[in-house]
């Protein structure tokens, strides 16, 4: 059964301190690790893909990063605005098209 | 692109009622998906259609739940008899292909009485 697991479940940050998600998986045959913003009240809204190891994406302050067993999302000097939680999925070969989603990290980030 | 619409936004039955939830997909996806969330947890799937067929659904869809994509646009999702514990967000997504991202609704939120 594919899991993921994501840390930490809450993170309080100040405004210009930079941290790290982690997103810890197991499946049968990665295809693809998503990873998604939800605002409170809102669907998930999509950030990045990542399909091997190594790979890498950016998008204004996040980045994500991909390994053979993890994914983490960086953030730099986060903005308040940069409050949400973050949720990471994967889709494995042996589950068709579904989306196994971890439980999210919810970030605050103070002014 | 609109995005992907859903409707209503908020549903409030008493136990026991059915309801009925709407999908508008992204125009041209082809694939749709139906997931519920409860408060603090992950989305969890449900069924996923592409086009007109129905080619998965997850050991959480029990006989009351039923969904239909008639015509391979829009979809529907039923809940028969609802219980206390179908209390949830009901969240619907689409997308172009098997490992292209999902793009997700504002979801139904459902809230049995």
């Known amino acids: 059964e594919d899991q993921v697991t994501q840390s930490p479940e809450a993170l309080r940050l100040q405004e210009g301190e930079s941290s790290s998600l982690n997103c810890s998986y197991t499946v049968s045959g990665l295809r693809g690790l998503f990873w998604y913003r939800q605002d409170p009240g809102k669907g998930p809204e999509f950030l990045f893909t990542l399909y091997s190891a190594g790979e890498e994406k950016e998008k204004e302050r996040l980045k994500a990063t991909l390994t053979k067993k993890e994914s983490f999302l960086h953030i730099t000097a986060p903005k308040p605005e940069d409050s949400a939680t973050y949720l990471c999925?994967?889709?494995?070969?042996?589950?068709?098209?579904?989306?196994?989603f971890g439980e999210g990290t919810q970030l605050t980030v103070n002014p | 692109d609109t995005g992907v619409s859903q409707d209503p936004r908020h549903k409030i039955t008493k136990r026991g009622q059915n309801v009925t939830f709407r999908c508008d997909p992204i125009s041209e996806h082809n694939r749709l998906y139906w997931y519920r969330q409860t408060l603090g947890q992950g989305p969890e799937f449900l069924t996923y259609f592409q086009n007109e067929a129905q080619l998965e659904k997850s050991r959480l869809l029990s006989d009351r739940f039923s969904a239909e994509r008639p015509k391979g646009s829009f979809s529907t999702l039923e809940i028969q008899r609802t219980e206390q514990g179908d209390s949830a967000m009901y969240l619907c997504?689409?997308?172009?292909?098997?490992?292209?991202?999902?793009?997700f609704g504002d979801g139904t939120r459902l809230s049995i009485l």
């Open positions: 997504a689409s997308s172009l292909g098997r490992m292209q991202p999902q793009h």
């Open positions: 999925a994967v889709q494995a070969g042996t589950s068709g098209s579904r989306l196994t």
